[in-house]
T-cell receptor
Framework: EDQVTQSPEALRLQEGESSSLNCSYTVSGLRGLFWYRQDPGKGPEFLFTLYSAGEEKEKERLKATLTKKESFLHITAPKPEDSATYLCAVQAPVTGGTSYGKLTFGQGTILTVHP | GAVVSQHPSWVICKSGTSVKIECRSLDFQATTMFWYRQFPKQSLMLMATSNEGSKATYEQGVEKDKFLINHASLTLSTLTVTSAHPEDSSFYIC??????????FGSGTRLTVV
């Protein structure tokens, strides 16, 4: 069974204080690792997809990296508007017509950035 | 980009009644859609996967007769919570799969059963 574990559960930062969020995963054949941002009362907003170990992607203050066992979301000089829950998810291969490429999510990291 | 529209954003219903939630892909055809449930301060739990024109596949522990899913067209999937009870109160989110790897989420529906 696919498993995704995110740490820490909650992270409080001062504005400008850089840090990293961790996503450890166990999956039988990774087809993609996804990072989403979720604001309270909203659906997840897509950030990145990573497909293979060593891959890196950047978007503004965010940078996602991937190894064979985990992914990191690095936040550089965060601002209060970066406060949100960050979700990591893995996609397993479609097998036997039953998986349909479904995503398994981690519990999320609640990020709070204080001004 | 891919947009998934979900309605209503919130709904309050009386215990024992049924509620329908719609999920539409606005600018692409979605052969597969996913329905999730999210409890406060918890992550998304997949409830079921629906493919256009066929029966939905439910995750273990999800009651098929309570959570009816219909995916009648390539742009619309609906989730009907039948005979709702207070324990069904939750945040329901749909997702559409675009292409091989893309997943776009709706804005979610807050269901409160009183």
């Amino acid at each position: 069974e696919d498993q995704v574990t995110q740490s820490p559960e909650a992270l409080r930062l001062q504005e400008g204080e850089s840090s990293s969020l961790n996503c450890s995963y166990t999956v039988s054949g990774l087809r993609g690792l996804f990072w989403y941002r979720q604001d309270p009362g909203k659906g997840p907003e897509f950030l990145f997809t990573l497909y293979s170990a060593g891959e890196e992607k950047e978007k503004e203050r965010l940078k996602a990296t991937l190894t064979k066992k985990e992914s990191f979301l690095h936040i550089t000089a965060p601002k209060p508007e970066d406060s949100a829950t960050y979700l990591c998810a893995v996609q397993a291969p479609v097998t036997g017509g039953t998986s349909y490429g479904k995503l398994t999510f981690g519990q999320g990291t609640i990020l709070t950035v204080h001004p | 980009g891919a947009v998934v529209s979900q309605h209503p954003s919130w709904v309050i219903c009386k215990s024992g009644t049924s509620v329908k939630i719609e999920c539409r892909s606005l600018d692409f055809q979605a052969t597969t859609m996913f329905w999730y449930r999210q409890f406060p301060k918890q992550s998304l739990m997949l409830m079921a996967t629906s493919n256009e024109g066929s029966k939905a596949t439910y995750e273990q522990g999800v009651e098929k007769d309570k959570f009816l899913i219909n995916h009648a067209s390539l742009t619309l999937s609906t989730l009907t919570v039948t005979s709702a009870h207070p324990e069904d109160s939750s945040f329901y989110i749909c997702s559409a799969r675009q292409g091989i790897y893309g997943y776009t989420f709706g804005s979610g529906t807050r269901l409160t059963v009183v």
